[in-house]
Structure formats: C-alpha cells, structure tokens
C-alpha cells in the first residue's frame, strides 16, 4: 500500500482545470495538506485517499462498464461516452471538461461539487478570501455569480448529491442501462453522508449538530422526492426514449420468482394479501422516493394528508394505463408544488425529541402495517437509523444499544442474498410477511425509554423526559 506522501505527490498537479493553467488544488499549501482527514488544508488528501468519487473514471474501464457499451451500442467506449461521463467525472455546468485530460482521470472531483473554478480562483488564491465572511448576503451571491457552489444549507447540499444519485434531464440512469448492467441508484441522502468521507468540517451549534441526521433525513427525503418528480417531468415529456419507463415502477413486482407455480397449491404472499385493491397484475409504482414523504413533515402528529392524497393521485395517474398525458402531468405538478413547499418548512423547523420519537412512534407501528416491498422496509429502517442517531445525540440518556442492535439485525434481514458465491442482484427471498413481523416484534427495542424513568413509568403516555 502506498503512503499518504507518494499517493498525493503523484496526484499533486492532477486535480488541475485546463482553463487555469499552472494552478491546481492539491498544492501542499491549499488543500494538500497532510493534515487528519477533514481538517482545513487536507480537503485534497482526504478526497484523494478516502473519498468514494476518486475512482469514478476508473470504474468505467472495468469490465463491467466495457460490457454495458457493448450491450447498449454506444458509439463510444464507456470512459469516452457522454452518457457515462456526465455523472462519473462531469459537471452539468462546464460539459467541455470532459474533453480534458488528465482531469477527467480524476472522477468526480473539485470541480464537479463546487462548481468550474476558472472565474474565481484568482481571487480564491489571495489572502482576502479567507476573510470572506461566507455568512454575508453580497459575499454568498458574488461567490454564486462566479460559478462557486452554494452549499451553505442542507437543501443545497442534497440538491447537488440527486443530481447524479437520482438523475436530472440529460444524466439518466434509465431501465435499458439497468438491463445492460448499472447498479440501480437508490439513494438516500442521510445514508450516502454518513458513508461519505467529509473533507470538511463546518462549524455547527450544538443545536445543529445533534439534530443533523434527523433533519438530514428530513431535508433529503423532500429534494430526493422533487429532483425524481422532475426526472419523472422529464421522462413524460420526451418525445424518444423508452416509453413507460420501467425503472420508474417497482423493480421486483416485475423481477419475482413466480411462487404459486413453485410452492404447489399454497399461494405466494401477493395473492394472499390481496394487490391493495389495484388490479391483480398491474404496474405498481416504485415506492424509493415517494413512501415515507407523508411521516417527514407531520401536522398534529398524523401523516401529512394533503401530500398524501396528491401522491396517491400520482400514482393512479401513473398506473392507469388509460391516463391522459394532461392527468398525469397535473397530478405531478400537483404533488411537487406540496413537496417544495414542505422543505421550505422543514428547513428552518425546530425538531424536539418528542417529534422524533413520535415518527418512529408512526414507522414502526400504522406505516409498518403499509409495508409491501423491499423499497419501503429498507427506507422505513433507514429512517429509523437516522432518527436514532439524533435522538442519542440530542440526550445520552436515549442512547439505545438494544435499538442499535435493533437496527442493525433488521438491516441484516434486507440484504441480498448470497448462494455459492452469485450475490443475486434482487431480494427474491423478501418477504413483507417477515419483514412487519420481525419490526413488530422488535419496534419495543426502538421506542426511546428514558434510564431514569421511575419504576412504571415506562407504560405511561409521554415517556420522553422533559
Ligand atoms: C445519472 C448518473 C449516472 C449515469 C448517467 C451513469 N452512472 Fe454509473 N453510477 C452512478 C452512481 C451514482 C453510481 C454509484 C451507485 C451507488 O453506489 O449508489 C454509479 C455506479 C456505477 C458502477 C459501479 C461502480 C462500482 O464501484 O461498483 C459502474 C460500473 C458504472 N456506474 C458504470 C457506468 C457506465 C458504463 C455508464 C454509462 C453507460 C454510467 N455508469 C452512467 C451514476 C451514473
Ligand atoms: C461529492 C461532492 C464534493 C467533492 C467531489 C468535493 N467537495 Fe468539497 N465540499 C462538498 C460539500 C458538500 C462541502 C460542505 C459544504 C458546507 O457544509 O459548507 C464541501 C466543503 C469543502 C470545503 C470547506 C468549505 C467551507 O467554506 O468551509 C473545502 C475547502 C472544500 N470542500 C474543498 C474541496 C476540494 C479541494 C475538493 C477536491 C479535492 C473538493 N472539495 C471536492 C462537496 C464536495
Ligand atoms: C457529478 C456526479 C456526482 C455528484 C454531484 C455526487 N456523486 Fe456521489 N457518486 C457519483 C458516482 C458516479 C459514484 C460511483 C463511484 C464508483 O463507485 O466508482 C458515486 C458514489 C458515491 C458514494 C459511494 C457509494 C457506494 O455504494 O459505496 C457515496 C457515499 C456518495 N457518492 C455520496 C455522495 C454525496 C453525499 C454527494 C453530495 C454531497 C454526492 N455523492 C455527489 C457521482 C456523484
Ligand atoms: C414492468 C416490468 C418491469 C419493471 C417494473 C422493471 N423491469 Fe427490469 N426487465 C423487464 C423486462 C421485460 C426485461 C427484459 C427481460 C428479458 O429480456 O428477458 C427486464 C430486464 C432487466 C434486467 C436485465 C437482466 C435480466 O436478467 O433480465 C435487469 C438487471 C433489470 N431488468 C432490473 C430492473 C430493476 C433494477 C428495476 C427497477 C428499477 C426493473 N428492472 C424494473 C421488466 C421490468
């Protein structure tokens, strides 16, 4: 394994756009240092030796991407191709970059995140930057003007992530690239930043630090939603292209073993459960985005019911095959002005611990009973994770290792399953039966009880201290 020194003085002069010349970012004395990962001076160590994006060019000279060409007839190979390298180096904002090398050996890099340097790194290199004051108005909009990134907040920040992880027009990560062999994208914001190795560390009250995943959770289910409402938009409205478009519905309604047929005269579970009174056999929309938006922003403690309903319009829209192109677009339009207009709550929206407990109060009790398919039971317990995570650091006396535990059996329960080396791509032994079931056994380990609760107080309304 090579050491820090020689991977960064081989990268040193690498990260460095065409249009500025001699300049590049992982000079020793900007963010090249060898500091701790994180630390100020280090954002280009830490990105070169640690970040998941470093390596996003490679990955498209591996076979896998060689055979996704061949299967999918791009007039280019992988790591020359428009339609990989927009997300896998590339920024919307500045396409030409694709044509420079060496900077496209380098993924996703600075540029991609924080937006094309070539208007403001003369300034960025002076002394005076550093004085900036990035809480100013005028500073944030000079800086915005120029082309460097806003991610002060974190709306933005998700808003810049779901650009790649859950597409936009023009970065797409379609059902005939799925077939051909891309991984499908599930993202989830509060997830994708806890594995994400941070090369900064951005001071933070106290208040924002112990509530970040909760709110981080919040914030991404509305943009994740918004950015897949506009893809959808996008979708609905080309002229070309494949038409629905499969990875828009529920990947394993259709990719299924067919039980019936195999385990004789007992049913499989969809049959038994009945199809939730849609047409045995129809298109089921995918749930990824859009089937906890309804528990992120309660009002008086019930599920949000206007989003509800103008989500379920969607999906009806979306799954009768006899729906106008105007109904449906109506309907989108429709559930995307209630989302946009729930983050500019959610954002500034103080969160207590008794809101907190009382979503997982709702995830693990009336939201289960609604648990259909992987994509629900793997956001439901995402959620909870994040939820968990605010609550321990809001107040140590709701730090559970029992939930940990908890959460951590019930994320075991949804992966792939592995036989004789073949991870098989799809979860073919889920079964929601299970699923409600183990969460409904184990959904008194995930209620926040409070250590120095007297003696039958646990049993009472309000368990929460104050
Ligand atoms: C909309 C953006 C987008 C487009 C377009 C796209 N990708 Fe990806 N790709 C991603 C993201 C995001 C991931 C990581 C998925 C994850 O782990 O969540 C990924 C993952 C991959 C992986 C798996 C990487 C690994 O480490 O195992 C391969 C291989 C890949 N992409 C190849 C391609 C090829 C080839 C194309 C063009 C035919 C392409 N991608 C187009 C966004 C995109
Ligand atoms: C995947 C996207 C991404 C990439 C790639 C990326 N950054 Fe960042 N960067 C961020 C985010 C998000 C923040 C946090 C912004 C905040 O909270 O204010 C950040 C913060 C920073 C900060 C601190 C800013 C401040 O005002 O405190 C610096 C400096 C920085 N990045 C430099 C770099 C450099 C240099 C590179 C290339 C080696 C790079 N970044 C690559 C997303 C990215
Ligand atoms: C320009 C497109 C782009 C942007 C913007 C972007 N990513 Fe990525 N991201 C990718 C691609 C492509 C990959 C796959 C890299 C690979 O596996 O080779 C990836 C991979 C990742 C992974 C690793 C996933 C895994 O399965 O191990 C994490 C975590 C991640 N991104 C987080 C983020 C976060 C958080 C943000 C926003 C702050 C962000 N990304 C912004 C394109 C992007
Ligand atoms: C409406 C039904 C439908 C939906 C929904 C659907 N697919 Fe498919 N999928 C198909 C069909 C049809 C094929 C082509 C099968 C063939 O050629 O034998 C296919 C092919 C594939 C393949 C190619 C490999 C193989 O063994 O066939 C993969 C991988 C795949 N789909 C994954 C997904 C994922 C992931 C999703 C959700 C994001 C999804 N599909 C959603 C119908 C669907």
């Known amino acids: 394994m090579a050491s820090t020194t ?41 990105w070169a030796l640690l970040d998941p994006h470093r390596q996003a060019y490679a990955v498209l000279l591996n076979e896998r991407s060689v055979q996704m060409a061949k299967l999918l007839g791009l007039s280019e190979p992988a790591h020359r191709s428009k339609v990989c390298l927009t997300c896998h180096v590339g920024t919307a904002e500045s396409p030409d970059l694709f044509e420079a090398s060496p900077h496209d050996r380098l993924g996703v ?24 004051d990035r809480t ?15 991610l002060t907040t ?38 994708y930043m ?12 106290a208040e924002q630090a112990s509530t970040n995943d909760a709110r981080q959770w919040m914030v991404g289910q509305m943009v994740s939603a918004r950015q897949s409402l506009d893809l959808l938009d996008h979708r609905l409205s080309r002229k070309t292209g ?13 990719h299924h073993d067919l039980h019936t047929a195999q385990t004789g005269p007992g049913l499989g579970w969809r049959q038994s459960e009945g199809f939730s009174g849609k047409n045995p056999g129809g298109l089921s929309w995918g749930t990824w985005h859009a089937a906890l938006l309804p528990i ?12 509800t309903t103008a989500l379920r319009a969607l999906e009806e829209s979306l799954e009768d095959p006899a729906a106008s192109a105007e109904t449906r677009q109506a309907a989108l339009q429709r559930a995307r ?80 399953e592995t036989r004789d080396e073949v991870l098989f791509d799809s979860p073919r032994q889920f079964s929601p039966v299970d699923f409600r079931s183990g969460l409904k056994r184990l959904a008194p380990n995930l209620q926040p009880v409070p250590v120095s609760a007297p003696v039958g107080a646990a049993d009472a309304p309000g368990i929460l201290p104050r």
């Not at 001699?22 to 280090?42: D, E, F, T, V």
């Not at 540029?111 to 005076?128: F, R």
Request: contains cysteine; charged residues 20%.
């Open 6 to 46: 020689t991977v960064v003085s081989d990268l040193r002069g690498a990260g460095r756009h065409p249009a500025v010349g001699a300049m590049s970012c992982a000079a020793a004395s900007c963010h090249g240092g060898l500091g701790q990962p994180g630390s100020k001076g280090s954002e280009f160590t830490t």
């Open 296 to 307: 992120v922003a309660p009002s008086a403690g019930q599920p949000d019911e206007e989003l």
């Open 109 to 132: 890099s600075c540029e991609a995140c924080h937006g094309p340097a070539s208007q403001w790194l003369a300034e960025h290199t002076t002394g005076s930057w550093q004085s900036l």
């Open 337 to 416: 002005a209630v989302i946009s207009q729930r983050l500019d709550e959610i954002e500034t929206m103080p969160v207590s611990a008794d809101e907190l407990a009382a979503r997982i109060a709702w995830l693990t009790g009336p939201s289960a009973d609604s648990i259909r398919d992987w994509d629900r039971a793997t956001q439901t317990v995402l959620a909870l994770r994040s939820l968990h995570q605010s609550l321990g650091a809001m107040d140590t006396r709701l730090r559970s290792p029992a939930a940990d535990a908890t959460i951590r059996e019930l994320i075991e329960s949804l992966r792939f």
């Open 242 to 254: 494949p038409s629905p478009e499969l990875s828009e519905f529920d990947c394993y309604a259709c």
């Open 154 to 191: 974190t709306a933005k920040t998700a808003g810049l992530c779901v650009r790649c992880h859950v597409g936009e027009a023009g970065r797409e990560v379609n059902h005939d690239l799925i077939a051909a062999g891309h991984p499908r994208l599930n993202f989830e914001f509060s997830s």
């Open 136 to 150: 100013n108005p005028s500073v944030r909009e000079w800086k915005a003007e120029a082309g460097l990134r806003d």
């Open 194 to 205: 806890r594995l994400y190795p941070k090369h900064w560390n951005a001071p933070q009250s």
